[in-house]
């Protein structure tokens, strides 16, 4: 066996693999044959490697962080080896040394939920589906929604242990709403509005009718038509939380197009008149606003000034979260634990605000 300095496994860290003498040319090896390389993976450096597997969503397997393990440790070196390694790692001459941040774990809190039933949308991937998961997980009755039954049936399977309820279909719909209020019952504590789609980063003198208003129908539209849906529940009782998913985009200009921009702006609106409308009747209504998120919402680019303008500003963003770092952020406003949180928007967005 090799002596190379770190025992590199499963549970070692991208940024750690791709630091090793030994971990980082079989690392680009096999980037390389993928046409990619290493810098596709700065955004998740801190994550182990093994987490690779959930989000290449099938195109980086288990066998194949086992072959790398063993060939690690088995000292093997491909060509242009480890002399190479530094040269394509990182920049020269940084300014200050390099810091591995430690990989955040989640940590759930037995039973916070218990007794609560909790409608979430967008519950079958992403965001939404790391919320459900995380509600279900500690003790909470879950009214999963989202577009896609075939998403929601492979959250069900996950989560056959918890109490799981799945409602396909459009939040627009008036329908759909009707069929999620009968699912929940009378009594519903929670509401978390995560469903929502992105513009294609055209600015307002290029944006189309079709893009503005399918990105307001369901950022905006179908947002208030869920939160109108439960509100007569939640005062009847005298208590609930809602939560709502903003974005960076309602706190800057310059995080997306001009509809998605403006469809979260009024979700910030729309969040701060429900608070101080129903914070006396026991009703906290507040939005998370998160940065970037490791989700299967893909930015595109349709403009050519909006490409220039909005990369620009991405250039500067912190590495995106993972989903589960963003259910954190909204279980605990959803929770009791947010008691004395109302009509808040609470960026989640790893600092990215504070520039």
């Given at each position: 066996?090799?002596?190379?300095?770190?025992?590199?496994?499963?549970?070692?860290?991208?940024?750690t693999?791709?630091?090793?003498?030994?971990?980082?040319?079989?690392?680009?090896?096999?980037?390389?044959?993928a046409?990619?390389?290493?810098?596709?993976?700065?955004?998740?450096?801190?994550?182990?490697?093994k987490?690779?597997?959930?989000?290449?969503?099938?195109?980086?397997s288990?066998?194949?962080?086992?072959?790398?393990?063993?060939?690690?440790?088995?000292?093997?070196?491909?060509?242009?080896?480890?002399?190479?390694?530094?040269?394509?790692?990182?920049?020269?001459?940084?300014?200050?040394?390099?810091?591995?941040?430690?990989?955040w774990?989640?940590?759930?809190?037995?039973?916070?939920?218990?007794?609560?039933?909790?409608?979430?949308?967008?519950?079958?991937?992403?965001?939404?589906?790391?919320t459900?998961?995380?509600?279900?997980?500690?003790?909470?009755?879950?009214?999963?929604?989202?577009?896609?039954?075939?998403?929601?049936?492979?959250?069900?399977?996950?989560?056959?242990?918890?109490?799981?309820?799945?409602?396909?279909?459009?939040?627009?719909?008036?329908?759909?709403i009707?069929?999620?209020?009968?699912?929940?019952?009378?009594?519903?504590?929670?509401?978390?509005?995560?469903?929502?789609i992105?513009?294609?980063?055209?600015?307002?003198?290029?944006?189309?009718?079709?893009?503005?208003?399918?990105?307001?129908?369901?950022?905006?539209?179908?947002?208030?038509?869920?939160?109108?849906?439960?509100?007569?529940?939640?005062?009847?009782?005298?208590?609930?939380?809602?939560?709502?998913?903003?974005?960076?985009?309602?706190?800057?200009?310059?995080?997306?197009g001009?509809?998605?921009?403006?469809?979260?702006?009024?979700?910030?609106?729309?969040?701060?008149?429900?608070?101080?409308?129903?914070?006396p009747?026991?009703?906290?209504?507040?939005?998370?606003?998160?940065?970037?998120?490791?989700?299967?919402?893909?930015?595109?680019?349709?403009?050519?000034?909006?490409?220039?303008?909005?990369?620009?500003?991405?250039?500067?963003?912190?590495?995106?979260?993972?989903?589960?770092?963003?259910?954190a952020?909204?279980?605990?406003?959803?929770?009791?634990?947010?008691?004395?949180?109302?009509?808040?928007?609470?960026?989640?967005?790893g600092?990215?605000?504070?520039?």
């Open positions: 066996m090799a002596n190379n300095a770190t025992q590199l496994t499963g549970d070692s860290s991208i940024g693999w791709l630091d090793d003498p030994i971990g980082g040319p079989i690392m680009r090896e096999l980037l390389a044959e046409g990619q390389d290493a810098g596709v993976l700065k955004p998740v450096r801190r994550l182990a490697i987490r690779l597997i959930k989000l290449s969503k099938g195109q980086f288990e066998a194949m962080v086992a072959d790398l393990v063993a060939r690690a440790a088995s000292g093997e070196v491909p060509a242009g080896g480890a002399s190479s390694v530094a040269a394509q790692a990182a920049p020269a001459a940084p300014s200050r040394p390099a810091v591995e941040v430690p990989e774990v989640e940590k759930t809190t037995p039973g916070r939920f218990k007794g609560k039933t909790v409608i979430v949308t967008g519950a079958g991937s992403g965001i939404g589906r790391a459900a998961s995380r509600v279900a997980r500690e003790g909470g009755r879950v009214i999963a929604v989202d577009i896609s039954k075939e998403r929601l049936d492979e959250f069900a399977k996950e989560q056959k242990k918890s109490d799981v309820t799945s409602v396909a279909g459009d939040i627009t719909s008036d329908a759909t009707a069929a999620i209020v009968k699912a929940a019952g009378k009594k519903i504590d929670g509401l978390a509005n995560v469903a929502g992105m513009d294609n980063m055209t600015p307002v003198h290029e944006v189309s009718d079709d893009v503005w208003q399918r990105v307001f129908r369901i950022n905006v539209d179908g947002t208030m038509k869920l939160m109108r849906a439960v509100v007569p529940s939640m005062l009847a009782q005298a208590s609930g939380s809602i939560v709502n998913i903003a974005s960076e985009a309602a706190l800057r200009g310059s995080a997306a001009a509809a998605y921009t403006a469809s979260k702006h009024a979700v910030a609106g729309l969040t701060k008149s429900s608070a101080f409308m129903y914070g009747s026991g009703i906290r209504v507040n939005a998370v606003a998160p940065g970037p998120t490791i989700t299967n919402i893909e930015a595109t680019f349709a403009s050519e000034l909006g490409s220039e303008r909005v990369q620009l500003a991405m250039s500067v963003m912190p590495d995106p979260a993972e989903a589960e770092a963003l259910a952020s909204i279980t605990f406003l959803l929770s009791d634990d947010g008691v004395n949180v109302n009509g808040v928007i609470l960026p989640s967005d600092g990215w605000s504070a520039a």
